[in-house]
């Protein structure tokens, strides 16, 4: 104990106290780099805060150097001030160049502003999901299909940039797709990674439209890297298959005008004094969302297979 105490008395002590204090002040290059420190380390998070972070603190470092040089006249002080103004220069060099080679086209621009960056999803993590699907939108010219019901396999996943598209089974209406909503979001969901199908539903433009498509394959090896990808999908994914459910929820009527409710399938019940009550639905099946619905009009089941 007494070395311990010894050692830190000697930290300590070793040098003498400020008894006097200089009556001037520093130059206005001293303060200044105070300043940019200050300013400096305000900045954000993502790229344009690093930018931000490092071209402040840069120049405060520079400022620290010339002050260094020209008033103290000290080279251990110059020296450190000066070798962090490299890194830091270094730095701002080398986010610049990301920021550059994360640059995309103007409808991924538009479709990071409006579906990913609200979530949080940084450039990098958009542009490993955007060199997934090639970089490529797709268009399909009015009323031509993009899928067909009974012939189309499900082999891929889009996503609408622009357009309308109409939903039908067997010739009957059953919603819209509007930009911003995946296209075969139940075809995707219905089926596990090993196994295949085809579409239930025909799937018509109804505009001139344009979507994002990722090949199945290739987007299951970008979830197996990524995980993180993979859980942003699934909630982006179950948020519009609830979106397609409500759509039909709209359209759905159980005799005299009541609304049936896909969110309460095992408690709807209607007592009419003329009608005998109707019988609970036992459960909703799991399957595509977007199959007609059958027997709604004789009891309360929902048929999504």
Same mark, same amino acid.
């Given at each position: 104990?007494? !070395? ?10 070793? +040098? =003498?106290?400020?008894? *006097? ?15 940019? /420190? ?18 402040? &603190? ?11 040089? &020209? ?12 070798? &962090?103004?490299?890194?830091?220069? #270094? ?15 103007? !409808? ?7 579906? /990913? ?9 958009? @542009? ?14 009015? !009323? ?8 189309? =396999? ?11 598209? $109409?939903? *039908? ?23 596990? =990674? ?7 539903? *025909? ?8 979507? #994002?498509?990722? $090949? $199945? ?13 993979? @859980? ?7 948020? %519009?298959?609830? !979106? ?5 929820? %709209? $359209?759905? +009527? ?23 009550? #109707?019988?609970?639905?036992?459960? &909703?099946? @799991?399957?595509?969302? @977007?199959?007609?619905? *059958? ?11």
């Amino acid at each position: 104990m007494g !070395e311990n105490a010894s050692f830190w008395e000697s930290l300590i002590y070793a +040098h =003498p106290t400020c008894t *006097t204090w200089k009556q001037e002040a520093e130059g206005s290059i001293y303060h200044l780099a105070s300043i940019l /420190f200050v300013v400096g380390f305000m900045g954000g998070s993502g790229f344009f805060g690093l930018l931000y972070v490092f071209s402040l &603190l840069g120049l405060g470092f520079l400022c620290s150097s010339v002050w260094a040089w &020209l008033d103290v006249c000290a080279a251990d002080i110059f020296s450190w001030n000066f070798i &962090l103004f490299a890194i830091c220069f #270094v730095q701002f060099i080398y986010v610049t160049y990301q920021v550059r080679s994360v640059s995309f086209d103007r !409808e991924f621009q538009e479709l990071y502003s409006a579906l /990913f960056q609200p979530l949080g999803i940084s450039l990098t993590v958009y @542009r490993k999901i955007v060199l997934c699907c090639d970089a490529e939108v797709v268009t399909l010219e009015k !009323e031509h299909c993009y899928a067909m019901q009974g012939k189309t =396999p499900i082999d891929k996943l889009s996503l609408l940039v622009s357009g309308r598209i $109409r939903v *039908t089974v067997d010739g009957e209406f059953l919603h819209y797709i509007f930009p911003l909503q995946f296209l075969d979001s139940p075809e995707w969901d219905s089926l596990r =990674p090993t196994e295949e199908g085809i579409f239930q539903v *025909t799937l018509t433009a109804e505009t001139d439209c344009r979507y #994002v498509a990722w $090949r $199945r394959k290739k987007l299951y090896l970008l979830f197996a890297k990524h995980r993180f990808i993979s @859980r942003l999908f699934s909630i982006l994914i179950g948020s %519009d298959i609830a !979106e397609k459910l409500y759509a039909l929820n %709209d $359209r759905v +009527h159980v005799g005299k005008g009541f609304r049936y409710d896909i969110r309460l399938p095992n408690f709807y019940h209607v007592s009419l004094p003329e009608t005998p009550p #109707v019988q609970p639905s036992h459960h &909703l099946q @799991r399957g595509s969302p @977007r199959r007609k619905p *059958t027997g709604v009009t004789n009891c309360g089941s929902f048929n999504t297979q």
